[in-house]
């Protein structure tokens, strides 16, 4: 039998290597993708190689857009300061359409591939309020994959799989570790240094903290 197929959305981050860890674990072929899209430092994406060198996938592509052109978001516009205390709504770390640009392009590579299913690792619990992380939004995204593919078309549906959805982030932490994640290889911060070190102050950076203590392990990540 053919083995089941799934793209797999790769940040280098906590959930996203959580997320290829529980594809893997699932029986599906993994083709992972990373995103170089004008974000503020490019540690992120070194991650990712690593996480596919200790996890594995078939294949694994690094797409190069520019968002920075669109701006908007402090991750992409280095005049937009990201913040380091906690903000009230839609922080400015939100960049607009992100998931949604990711996964139509993770839609398009699934299509040629005649993937089964495409894995994100967005989270409605321990979450900074982003709108593109919500039940809503993936449910609606699927919706819009079965109705614009050949596949959708042919009665042949692909899945839109967020695993982590309503998990907590110590959740997500247990789970990679029964999963065998090497949390050390990741890099979670909105504003790491080159060689990934986090700033421990900006949002990403407390919500990772508060996982490890939530799960009660250690926490690897290296501060500046």
């Known amino acids: 039998m053919t083995a089941k197929k799934a793209v797999v959305l790769l940040s280098g981050g906590l959930d996203s290597a959580t997320c290829l860890a529980i594809a893997s674990s699932q029986g599906y072929d993994c083709y992972a ?26 294949d694994f592509k690094t797409i190069r857009i520019n968002m920075g052109d669109i ?32 996964l ?7 299509e040629v591939l005649d993937a089964d299913a495409i894995f994100i690792g967005v989270n409605a619990v321990d979450y900074s309020g982003y709108p593109d992380c919500r039940p809503e939004f993936i449910a609606a995204f699927e919706h819009l994959s079965n109705v614009a593919t050949k596949k959708g078309v042919e009665g042949r549906p692909l899945i839109i799989k967020a695993p ?22 990741t890099v979670s911060c909105y ?5 990934g070190l986090a700033c421990g102050r900006c949002d990403s950076c407390r919500l990772r903290s508060e996982g490890f203590k939530q799960a009660g392990v250690t926490d690897p990540t290296q501060y500046q």
């Open 33 to 58: 993708m990373s995103f170089d899209y004008g974000q503020r430092h490019e540690s992120e994406l070194a991650a990712a190689l690593r996480v596919v060198g200790a996890l594995g996938a078939k």
């Open 71 to 102: 701006g908007g978001s402090a991750l992409t516009d280095s005049n937009i300061a990201v913040p380091e205390l906690p903000t009230e709504g839609i922080p400015v770390t939100y960049v607009p359409a992100r998931n949604t640009v990711f």
């Open 104 to 110: 139509s392009l993770a839609l398009g590579w699934a």
């Open 164 to 185: 982590l959805l309503t998990l907590s982030k110590g959740e997500i932490i247990r789970k990679g570790i029964e999963l065998g994640v090497d949390y050390s290889l």
């Open 191 to 195: 504003q790491a240094d080159h060689n």
